[in-house]
């Protein structure tokens, strides 16, 4: 039984219940100082756009809670990571250090890097699979090389051995006392009170506001899910996106919750691969750090694209482009956080391949605005859509913002929602003709294709 006690680092796991590192600091018999650490200034770090400091602001509030509740209590440090948690060990004399993995790369640089040097100085540090629910080292193809399609992928993951069940949450924490900010000091909500509130309307924070969500959506949506998933204007999809962000449920939870409603066919399927989607994000991720920044696919680095049209950027950023599915999706975006996925892919393609607007422009901006902006999802999926990525739509295939709101908007009720004046002269002409935009689009893309890529 150990004396000194425990560290456990939070990072993108805001939970106590399946947080091996809790469980296992716990489990060592003495006291655990429960720690986050705000790092915008370790190298390689990316800063959090708005709307995800918004997230992050509730979730600290509600595992703080949940910590004091079992008896500990949540150190809050600003900084460069490394430097805090090596301070942090000074002060409380831990003799351990506990995190669950990162996989981004600059946060496997800074992890790797302080495990060698706390061990190094005697102290034991140990990292834990908590955030995928398959390691990315351990999916390859029978040439031992990283997949690049999604289904050969998601047939290795779904033959390996199946996911463990989740870990309680622990009974007590015997808590230390650390000096630690005050939330309200990191300043994280919105300057723009309106922002706020959008955000506050739609969404609530938090591991018990996410278990809530499960259990809905499993109650009521679940069975459905494979033929309500793409229709906007319905609620029928999980919106567990941002919890599993910032990781208040873990896959895991969610993984067995749907497995024991298995009965639910079809819908549980489909579920568990959209799951699925996320893991491989991620695991392509891994195998390529800079997938924010860099084409997936390098004889993209060939696309001609022309000088940025701020006007259009702008337009578009604002909903304000005149193809009405286009302008409610991004409306949805700036009002609560979050866009539908079917949405999503519209508007991505619209960007890149009506606007020709570099799909860079465009993660940046869902980088900012969204709930969920995930360092893999929203990277992949961006290259996904601009023909850039791993297991890519084909380039060609441009997405028609008009047949995709007459099939999956077919009364018109979404685009209403967020564009109530779309049938009044106060709407705007669209900012493109689609099938002259379209045509240069698919022309500047031979330039790819004579690169060969
Ligand atoms: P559900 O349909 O209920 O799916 C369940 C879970 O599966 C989701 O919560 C999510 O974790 C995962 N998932 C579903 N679809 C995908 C997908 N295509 N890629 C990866 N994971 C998926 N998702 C993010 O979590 N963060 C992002 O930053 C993000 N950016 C995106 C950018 C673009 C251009 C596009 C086209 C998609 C993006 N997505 C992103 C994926 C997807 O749109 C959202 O995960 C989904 O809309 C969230 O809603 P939901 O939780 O109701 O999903």
Redesign the pocket.
């Known amino acids: 039984m150990a004396d000194a006690p425990t560290i456990v680092w939070f990072r993108d796991d805001l939970r106590v219940a399946d947080h091996p590192a809790l469980t296992e600091a716990v489990g060592r018999g003495a006291s655990v100082v429960c720690v986050y650490v705000l790092d915008e200034d370790s190298p390689g770090i990316r800063p959090l756009g708005g709307a995800a400091k918004w997230w992050l602001h509730g979730s600290l509030a509600a595992l703080g809670e949940a910590i004091e509740a079992l008896g500990g209590m949540l150190v809050l440090r600003r900084g460069p990571a490394a430097r805090v948690i090596r301070s942090l060990v000074d002060e409380t004399g831990a003799s351990a250090v506990f995190w669950n993995r990162r996989y981004g790369g600059p946060e496997r640089e800074l992890d790797a890097a302080l495990k060698a040097e706390l061990a190094d100085r005697g102290v034991e540090a140990r990292s834990f699979a908590a955030s995928l629910l398959f390691e990315p080292w351990t999916i390859r193809t029978g040439q031992g090389t990283p997949f690049s399609v999604f289904t050969p992928f998601w047939r290795a993951c779904t033959s390996a051995p199946e996911p463990r069940h989740p870990l309680p949450a622990p009974d007590a924490i015997e808590g230390v006392d650390a000096a630690g900010d005050a939330l309200d000091e990191w300043n994280l909500l919105p300057t723009r009170p309106d922002w706020a509130e959008g955000l506050r309307a739609a969404w609530t924070p938090g591991a018990d506001a996410a278990h809530a969500r499960l259990a809905a959506?499993i109650a009521n949506d679940l069975a459905g899910?494979d033929e309500g998933?793409d229709r906007p204007a319905l609620a029928a999809?999980?919106?567990?996106?941002?919890?599993?962000?910032w990781g208040e449920l873990s896959p895991y939870e969610?993984w067995h919750a749907v497995r024991e409603r298995r009965a639910g066919g079809a819908g549980a399927t489909r579920?568990l691969t959209?799951?699925g989607?996320?893991e491989?994000?991620w695991h392509v991720l891994f195998h390529a750090p800079d997938l924010a920044t860099r084409n997936w696919r390098p004889g993209f680095d060939a696309f001609p694209w022309p000088p940025l049209d701020e006007a259009a950027l702008h337009a578009w950023q604002q909903g304000r482009t005149g193809v009405p599915l286009v302008d409610a999706g991004m409306r949805e975006l700036w009002a609560t956080g979050?866009?539908?996925?079917r949405v999503?892919?519209v508007?991505?393609s619209f960007l890149t391949k009506n606007l020709l607007i570099d799909w860079r422009r465009?993660?940046e901006w869902?980088?900012d605005t969204?709930v969920?902006?995930?360092a893999?999802?929203?990277a992949?999926?961006?290259q996904?859509?601009a023909g850039s990525g791993a297991d890519a739509a084909p380039y060609f295939r441009v997405f028609n913002p008009e047949l995709q709101a007459a099939k999956f908007d077919p009364d018109g009720e979404y685009v209403q929602r967020w564009v109530p004046e779309v049938d009044t002269a106060a709407y705007p002409e669209p900012v493109v003709d689609l099938r002259e935009s379209r045509a240069a689009a698919l022309a500047a893309f031979e330039h790819v294709k004579a690169a060969r890529g």
């Open positions: 959506f899910y998933r999809t999980s919106r567990l996106s941002p919890h599993l962000r969610v579920f959209e799951l989607w996320r491989f994000a979050t866009m539908h996925n999503r892919m508007v991505a465009g993660e869902f980088w969204l969920d902006a995930g893999a999802s929203n992949f999926n961006w996904w859509v």
